[in-house]
Nanobody, 119 residues
Framework: QVQLVESGGGLVQAGGSLRLSCAAS????????MGWYRQAPGKQREFIAT???????DYADSVKGRFTISRDNAKNTVFLQMNSLKPEDTAVYYCAAEALVSGSPYHFWGQGTQVTVSS
């Protein structure tokens, strides 16, 4: 089983920056991909960015050019650098991992970290 521990959320003014961190533990070798999602109150959880084991990245249109996903393999940690933050970026941000369990893919989630952007 995979456990994900997130940090880095907080309060920031519009135009500011934050960096989120997600440290993975457990069955690290089974992870195929890691990424970030967010969810605002009353809304569906939204894909933000992903970083696959093949070292490719993908981003939602709403964050392209502003957010960057990266990782430190030695520390089993993935980051989300968020620049030029807007009030509409306010949400709970979740780290996610896809891992193989008995040969089948499962998705694991972090506890979430609140990001609040003031106008």
């Amino acid at each position: 089983q995979v456990q994900l521990v997130e940090s880095g959320g907080g309060l920031v003014q519009a135009g500011g920056s934050l960096r989120l961190s997600c440290a993975a533990s457990g069955s690290i070798g089974s992870i195929n991909a890691m990424g970030w999602y967010r969810q605002a109150p009353g809304k569906q959880r939204e894909f933000i960015a992903t970083f696959t084991i093949r070292d490719t990245t993908d981003y939602a249109d709403s964050v392209k050019g502003r957010f960057t996903i990266s990782r430190d393999n030695a520390k089993n940690t993935v980051f989300l650098q968020m620049n030029s933050l807007k009030p509409e970026d306010t949400a709970v941000y979740y780290c996610a991992a896809e891992a193989l369990v008995s040969g089948s893919p499962y998705h694991f989630w972090g506890q979430g970290t609140q990001v609040t952007v003031s106008s």
